[in-house]
């Protein structure tokens, strides 16, 4: 634990978001399952994601996919390839856009505020360090959260995006252009040709095939001096998801093929000569730990002992996030990689 950690955050406006999590488990993760399937098809990984280094055995098995953990720099892998065949089938031929972010337009400014604007508010005290003005670059930039939330705080922003659908959303929010589409083949073009000092990515490398060639793009870059990523990690929730095989697996599942560690995001940093800043840790697996336990009551029959135990639960939620987050073994993490 370093001064320029931060640990927590308030649980609560998160679950109002997930709420489809508790009500439509059964249909969120035959989703799940439904990618797994997909997944099972592709060619077994031999190694892994992020150092290349020979993979050995799965330390545990989730929905009949097993996770390895890298020896070499601690990233945990599935057994399986995300291959372009396995993008294409998850990411456009099953909607995952509609599954994710069509409710989303009804709720669409609430969610920035509640969500984004904290995630640009963290950036932009980071950055306040340095007397300078900060051109952001969003990659995978979805329909335009983070974008938008940086620019409402004074931040040059852009954002790409590989889905028309998504770009067209974003700027008829906007009420400007802020996202462009880039085809998936020309983003490590445009990475290594913009003159953006900061790359921010929420939620993305977890998601992108060509990953090493995108890191690569990044280094080859020296316009880029910070990169502000958001990703999922190896934590509390995979063993919370394993032990609960009929709830909707969010977090070892449907397009996350592979899980982050320090150890592993220090690897990538060390790789692309940067060196992590600053880090807020803030995860939820106590609010996956809350919602497999109230599924399971449902499931058995219990929905009045379900009731009961969210009272006594509930009030108690975010100080137990805090300390999962203070273990450094919690669900995700926000940093910010400088340039060495």
């Known amino acids: 634990m370093s001064s320029n950690d931060k640990y927590g955050k308030p649980l609560g406006n998160l679950m109002e978001f997930k709420s489809n999590f508790f009500e439509q488990n059964e249909a969120m993760l035959k989703m799940a399952d439904d990618m797994g399937d997909v997944l099972r098809k592709q060619p077994k990984r031999t190694g892994c994601k992020i150092c290349g280094g020979k993979l050995g055995t799965p330390l545990f098995t989730s929905h009949d996919i097993g996770y390895i953990l890298c020896e070499r720099c601690g990233h945990l892998n599935s057994e399986y390839e995300d291959t372009e065949e396995f993008a294409n089938k998850v990411y456009i031929e099953d909607d995952y856009l509609k599954n994710y972010s069509e409710t989303d337009k009804e709720a669409y400014k609430k969610r920035l505020q509640t969500i984004y604007i904290p995630k640009a508010e963290y950036l932009k005290e980071c950055l306040s360090k340095?007397?300078?003005?900060?051109k952001v670059l969003d990659i995978g930039a979805g329909s335009g959260y983070f974008v938008q939330a940086a620019k409402s705080l004074g931040l040059r922003a852009e954002g790409i995006e590989i889905s028309p659908t998504q770009v067209s959303f974003a700027n008829q929010m906007a009420g400007e252009e802020i996202l462009k589409c880039v085809s998936s083949d020309k983003i490590s073009d445009y990475i290594r040709s913009t003159d953006a000092q900061v790359l921010s990515a929420i939620g993305v490398f977890e998601h992108i095939i060509t990953l090493k060639d995108t890191l690569r793009a990044i280094q080859e870059n020296p316009s880029i001096q910070y990169i502000y990523l958001s990703v999922p990690m190896f934590s509390f929730s995979c063993a919370f998801e394993t032990s609960h095989q009929l709830?909707?697996?969010r977090h070892t599942g449907g397009t996350h093929t592979h899980l982050f560690s320090q150890q592993s995001l220090q690897y990538m940093a060390d790789s692309m000569d940067f060196m992590i800043d600053s880090q807020w840790k803030f995860g939820s697996d106590a609010m996956d730990l809350y919602r497999f336990l109230c599924v399971s009551l449902e499931q058995s029959g219990n929905k009045e002992?379900?009731?009961?135990?969210?009272k006594k639960f509930l009030p108690l939620i975010d100080d137990i996030q805090l300390i999962f987050d203070?273990?450094?073994?919690?669900s995700e993490v926000h940093m910010l990689m400088k340039r060495k």
């Open 305 to 310: 002992f379900k009731d009961y135990f969210s």
């Open 247 to 249: 709830c909707y697996n």
């Open 130 to 134: 340095e007397k300078a003005e900060w």
């Open 326 to 330: 203070q273990s450094d073994f919690a």
